[in-house]
């Protein structure tokens, strides 16, 4: 069990990882997008972007988002033009957010935002041409489960496309981004939500991960056929494309 799955929002509380992530998620999901875009200055958007576009050559019809949250990756993958985005979640107030974001974007009927358990999906084998995470296979309680469920749901030749942040190697851009992320990022979450559980655990779930190598190794385990990492933004965010 890798040490990402030991790490909780909730120290002082003996219930397990899955239950404590889907409270948090809750608890600051009216605040969520706001902190994301001043948390990363915005620069997030634009990975999604960039991972959007590594899954166009495969010019998926059925494309999964796993741990949707509020639906930015989703909905981002319209860009695709696929015949429907199905997104899922463990957090009922991250999912109302997310469809009352879609109903205002008027894209209801493309994407369905359904409340499921992303390491027990369910869909059928192979229901799926592409899936995307962001930032969401570190709140994983077991994580090689996790991908094998996504393993599971790909099409043949399917890929994945997950967005995890990640600490630079350089310096100083690691020192600098050490003391932002770990120092200034949960102070920012005490100021804008009443959780001040979830952005300690932000940082300290980011430290955890087992990334880059390490990560794509996992992946090959999970019976994928290729698994690359990519650093985006000097390092301070990493895009994983898998292939069934």
Known sequence: MNNQSVVKPYKGTNTNKKAQVAQMFDAISPQYDQLNRLMTLGID???????IKKLADGKPKRILDVATGTGDFAYAALKLN?????GVDISA????IGRQKMSRRKVSDRIEMVLGDSEKLDFDNESFDAVTVGF?????????????????????SGQVA???????????????FGLYFRGVVPILGRMLTTDRAAYSYLPE??????????????????GFTKAQHIPLT????ALYLLQK
């Not at 696929?82 to 199905?86: A, Q």
């Not at 107030?93 to 109302?96: H, K, N, R």
């Not at 000097?234 to 965010?237: I, K, L």
């Open 205 to 222: 779930s980011v430290g955890a991960f087992p990334a880059g190598k390490q990560f794509t190794d996992i992946c090959l385990q999970a």
């Open 82 to 86: 696929p015949e429907k985005i199905t």
């Open 45 to 51: 958007q634009g990975w999604r972007e960039q991972a």
């Open 234 to 237: 000097f390092g301070t965010c």
């Open 93 to 96: 107030g991250m999912l109302e």
């Open 136 to 156: 969401g296979v570190r709140n994983f309680e077991n994580l090689d489960q996790g991908l094998r469920e996504i393993h599971r749901v790909l099409s043949t």
């Open 162 to 176: 997950i967005l995890e942040p990640s600490f630079p190697k350089q310096f100083p851009l690691k020192q600098l």
